[in-house]
Nanobody
Framework: QVQLVESGGGSVEAGGSLRLSCVAS????????RGWYRQTPGKQRELVAG???????NYADSVKGRFTISRDNAKNTVYLQMNNLNPEDTAVYYC?????????WGQGTQVTVSS
């Protein structure tokens, strides 16, 4: 069975940092993970950081310079390092993977940033 498990979320003060992890299993590998998304009530799910098979990355304008996506193929894990967090970053963060044209999502991890 395909499984994506996000972890690393929590509550931090503005200016703090968190590192999120997305562990893939069940035939999904780190290079199948396309990126991190986030969702807040009343807003559309948005792409925060993307990564291609070749390692090319892209970021939402709101997080450029603060967030970094990376991949460890040996651990089947994709990371999102988040620095200088602000309250607008509060959301549930999800990782997304695609295999054989089918999209998969994890259950998400909550990030809460206080003022």
């Amino acid at each position: 069975q395909v499984q994506l498990v996000e972890s690393g979320g929590g509550s931090v003060e503005a200016g703090g940092s968190l590192r999120l992890s997305c562990v893939a299993s069940g035939g999904i590998f780190a290079d199948n993970v396309r990126g991190w998304y986030r969702q807040t009530p009343g807003k559309q799910r948005e792409l925060v950081a993307g990564i291609s098979i070749g390692g090319t990355t892209n970021y939402a304008d709101s997080v450029k310079g603060r967030f970094t996506i990376s991949r460890d193929n040996a651990k089947n894990t994709v990371y999102l390092q988040m620095n200088n967090l602000n309250p607008e970053d509060t959301a549930v963060y999800y990782c997304n993977a695609v295999r054989y044209g089918i999209a998969y999502w994890g259950q998400g991890t909550q990030v809460t940033v206080s003022s």
